[in-house]
């Protein structure tokens, strides 16, 4: 099945890998890697804070991604910034459904393809 947004697929993968390697990578992007962990890698990246959670975003809007547990159709990402007055700088995010809002630790991202 070809990718929907192959840059930004290929943006997660080139992330993980840096941050933990090939191997690690692979099995992460088969068996479902944490939104949180993939935050923690973004952001451990030597680019800026807007660009990694860009990165991220864009993955997330892609489509090549399952996720765990299911968000259905209707999702919505909201970001949690740094705890400083008028702080611009992001520090993780959660995915609100009408139903709930999932914290990162709780959705795993799954390659799709």
Same mark, same amino acid.
């Given at each position: 099945?070809? $990718? +929907? &947004?192959?840059?930004?697929? %290929? !943006? ?5 890998? /840096?941050?933990?390697?090939? @191997?690690?990578?692979?099995?992460? $992007? +088969? &068996?479902?890697?944490?939104? %949180? !962990? ?5 952001? /451990?990246?030597?680019?800026? @804070? ?64």
């Amino acid at each position: 099945m070809p $990718l +929907k &947004d192959p840059d930004a697929v %290929a !943006a997660i993968v080139s992330t993980l890998r /840096r941050v933990h390697g090939d @191997n690690i990578a692979r099995a992460l $992007l +088969k &068996d479902g890697v944490s939104l %949180a !962990a993939l935050i923690d890698a973004a952001f /451990r990246l030597p680019i800026s @804070n807007g660009n990694a959670v860009r990165m991220i975003g864009r993955a997330l809007r892609s489509g090549d991604f399952s996720f765990t547990p299911d968000m259905g159709p209707l999702w919505h990402v909201r970001y949690i910034y740094e705890d400083r007055r008028a702080s611009m700088r992001v520090v993780d995010m959660e995915m609100s459904t009408p139903d709930r809002t999932f914290s990162s630790a709780e959705i795993s991202l799954r390659l799709s393809a």
